[in-house]
């Protein structure tokens, strides 16, 4: 019953995307107008004893050196700390951010500390691809997730190893913006060409004149015309609204059985059967007694149980199936996600499945 509800959903979902108008900054972004990745090294300290062990020696080294910066000569060799963890510190930076912008950073463990809830991370420089230092992080992390030990039991909820400090970095240099620029792209998120002739065609009929033009399936130039300054005619460019064309395919993700149908799916006439075999195994140790008087010992006997069961499923034709037709049929010889997939790498194969067909 779960299993025909999700996947009636996803059918719903599929046949909704039909007739619908979208913006342009839905479905493309504009050259320049991206988010900047910023990664740094830091340490974590305040922890209660949750921290590194003294196996990771350069949590040792790195506090020793921060150490020796500030005036105090300690022998690395000799530390032994457990409320320091060493992080890798990572953030997302909006486009054209300007000095002084603060943003939110991710800090996860790199050591083999239990958890960071309740440390501190440490004045910690973010870098770019290009090696440049561009922010500074440093705050009190918050940590989703506990882990809780005992002698002899132990009980974690989401991943204590990572958390976030909102705000807590600060930008330190600006990001580069040109406003004088009279040319850009427009980058679509999924190339395509008769989307990219679309987006040329509604872009001038929005403005009246020839300011786009298509130069592959995936890039539309733009000129800026007379009279609009950058800013206001992006503006208006990522808010013309088109009917993009629905793409028949079919996505399965295999590691979690989980199969999305978008589009006009259809298959041609096929006949599907599926049939598992299943092997159970079942291990009974019995214990055997020596004879009275025999000077033996007890002794443990395994004993083995093997059943092999095949199912045998009747075979169902499908005939021009809609996405919904498809999965009642699927649903009717009682196919589990998994052989769902199977079916459909191999109707795929036959040929029969007129859609493209991705797996992750």
Known sequence: MVRKAVILCLSLLSFSLSGFAVKLKDIASIEGNRINYLIGYGLVVGLKGTGDGKATQFTVKSLANMLQKMGIV?????LTVKNVAAVMVTAK???????????DVEV???GDAKSIQGGTLLLTPLRGPDGRIYALAQGQVIVGGYEARGRGASQTKNVPTVGRIPNGAVLEVNLPFSGEVNELNIYLDNPDYTVAKLVQDRVNETFGTQVAKAL??????LSVPSGYSVVDFLAKVENVELDVPRISKVVIDSRTGTIILGGDVSINPVSVATGSLIVKITEEPQVVQPPPLSGGTTQQAE???LQVREESRR???V???????????????GATPREIISVLQAIKAAGALKAKLEVL
């Open 74 to 78: 300690v022998d690395y060799n000799r």
């Open 93 to 103: 930076v909006p486009p054209y951010a300007k000095a002084g912008m603060r943003f």
């Open 108 to 110: 996860s463990s790199i």
């Open 216 to 221: 592959d399936s995936a890039t539309v130039k």
């Open 303 to 305: 004993r083995t149980t």
């Open 315 to 317: 075979i169902v034709p």
């Open 319 to 333: 005939k021009g199936a809609t996405v919904k037709e498809l999965v009642d049929s699927l649903n009717e010889i």
